[in-house]
């Protein structure tokens, strides 16, 4: 199992952590450079952390654990008016976008109201495209509890409610954190930082589960390992947005028309099989029609190949 | 500035009572507001928020506060009462443009394209602008889910009743007796 991690240090000789992390079969994920400090995204296996520790611990950088990364995160939102947007919404997605994580905010079409709140089977299904989810609720109990819980069922991933109450087993939600609520100032106070790390902490619990859950069957190729075949494809370049290939906990999502690119991607050779072998491609629900690739289990290829042999 | 909010969830109406405090600030209204009152019971579902503005001044024609002169490209205007200013200044770019209206110096103000005696017979209202602010600053306070409405309105007080059910008539009764109350005074 990968351990994903945030390296910060100078830029001089952080070559040698680079060489280090893919002699040891880890990935960089992203890069970013800042006049002569350099930030790193790193995957690195398990098995070989303390050797890491030791060459940043050399270099003089910090290593930092990112429970996040590798993962997209919904931040969704009851609405897109000012009484929403863009406090708290924004500060907690780019808290989490701090600690590693992709988000995307989500204002829902008619989450505002007590009884008349509700979430289409489209909103559900992109939601449901993340790996996990922040919901952000308001300042009344009985409103939280009754009324806006229910626009959780039926969601299949981690879900995390933030609130004002303090209150408890909100249904259908994996973690709440209160004292939020809705409000018309930043999140800057020693307080409001630590409901943020309240956040990031619950949402880091859920994918380290989610992880477990993965190794258990584990998946037929890691996701970074496609990643690093789709971004050397020629056909990359197309993408016009920020970031054209988004990690998932098992797959990919790629910022091109599936309409347009899905049967190219298909058709990637990796490790001398297709692509569409180790994974299904499918049309993303939101209103770009991304490309969405579903990692299959080891077992799934081995029952398909199975049934293949006696067919 | 008062601010007395009722309902049964404890936490709800204190974070209500810091949310208008803190929209009010923000819109720049918080000296012209005399007392709030708030009536929250979000399992009826009712919201009712009533307001006392302090008193502002009657409506006055501008050529009564400043002195108006044709110029080239327009009409200069130099304020006589700054108690106005504002007011003045509001009035103008809302009818004519900020593009077409500035002010060069504290008591003068140049309009281009306008006549003198276009603007000597215009009146202001500061109360009609204070109610205009208050207003917006309910609209951003009240639930967004909560869109059917019923106000009242009398000299210096709104009451803004809101619900997402059909509006009942026991609730406008309340909202009569908040409207009552808040232009008596708390």
Redesign the interface.
């Known amino acids: 199992m990968y351990r994903f991690m945030t390296y910060e240090g100078g830029v001089y000789r952080a070559n040698e952590l680079v060489e280090m992390v893919e002699d040891l079969g880890g990935h960089i994920i992203q890069t970013a450079q800042v006049s002569r400090e350099i930030i790193l995204t790193l995957a690195i296996p398990e098995e070989d952390m303390q050797i890491i520790e030791k060459v940043a611990m050399r270099l003089r950088g910090t290593l930092r654990e990112g429970a996040l990364i590798g993962t997209e995160i919904g931040v969704i939102s009851?609405?897109v008016?000012?009484?929403?947007l863009p406090h708290p919404v924004c500060d907690i997605a780019e808290y989490l976008r701090r600690m590693g994580g992709v988000t995307n905010i989500i204002g829902m079409g008619r989450g505002?109201?007590?009884?008349?709140?509700q979430i289409s089977m489209t909103e559900k299904a992109m939601i449901d495209e993340y790996d996990a989810a922040v919901f952000i609720f308001?300042?009344?109990?009985?409103?939280i509890m009754n009324q806006k819980a229910r626009l959780l069922s039926d969601l299949n991933i981690p879900i995390i409610v933030t609130g004002?109450?303090?209150i408890h087993n909100i249904p259908h939600a994996d973690g709440y954190v209160c004292g939020i609520?809705?409000?018309?100032?930043r999140m800057r106070k020693k307080e409001d930082i630590e409901r943020l790390e309240e956040i990031a902490r619950l949402l880091g619990r859920c994918i380290e589960d989610r992880r477990r859950e993965i190794a258990e069957d584990p998946l037929s190729i890691d996701p970074i390992e496609i990643k690093q075949y789709v971004d050397g494809l020629p056909i990359i370049n197309q993408a016009t947005r920020h970031s054209p290939t988004i990690l998932h906990l098992d797959g990919l999502r790629i910022k091109l028309p599936y309409d347009r690119y899905a049967d190219e991607i298909r058709r990637t050779k990796i490790l001398g099989k297709r692509l569409d072998y180790f994974a299904r491609v499918t049309k993303s629900r939101n209103e770009r029609g991304d490309i969405l690739i579903k990692i299959l289990p080891e077992s799934a290829i081995q029952a398909e190949s199975a049934a293949d042999f006696r067919n | 500035m008062k601010i007395v909010v009722d309902g049964k969830?404890e936490?709800?109406n204190k974070?209500?009572a810091k949310?208008a405090q803190?929209?009010f600030f923000?819109l720049g209204i918080a000296g012209l507001i005399e007392e709030v009152h708030m009536i929250?019971e979000?399992?009826a579902?009712l919201f009712i928020m009533s307001i006392r503005m302090k008193r502002t001044r009657s409506p006055i024609k501008i050529r009564d506060v400043a002195s108006i002169v044709d110029t080239k490209h327009g009409c200069n205007l130099i304020i006589r009462d700054e108690g106005y200013a504002a007011n003045l200044l509001s009035m103008l770019w809302k009818r004519y443009g900020s593009l077409n209206v500035e002010q060069p110096s504290r008591l003068e103000i140049v309009c281009k394209g306008v006549k003198a005696d276009e603007l000597a017979g215009l009146r202001l209202r500061p109360v009609e602008e204070l109610k205009t602010m208050v207003l917006n600053a309910m609209w951003?306070i009240l639930?967004?889910?909560?869109?059917v409405r019923y106000s009242f309105a009398s000299g210096h007080s709104l009451t803004i009743i809101a619900t997402?059910?059909v509006m009942r008539e026991e609730w406008i009764a309340m909202g009569r007796m908040a409207h009552e109350k808040i232009s008596r005074g708390l």
């Open positions: 009851p609405s008016s000012r009484h929403h505002t109201g007590r009884r008349i709140a308001g300042n009344f109990e009985d409103c004002g109450p303090d609520g809705r409000r018309t100032d | 969830d936490y709800g974070s209500y949310l803190d929209i923000e929250i979000p399992s579902p951003q639930p967004e889910g909560f869109r997402e059910d």
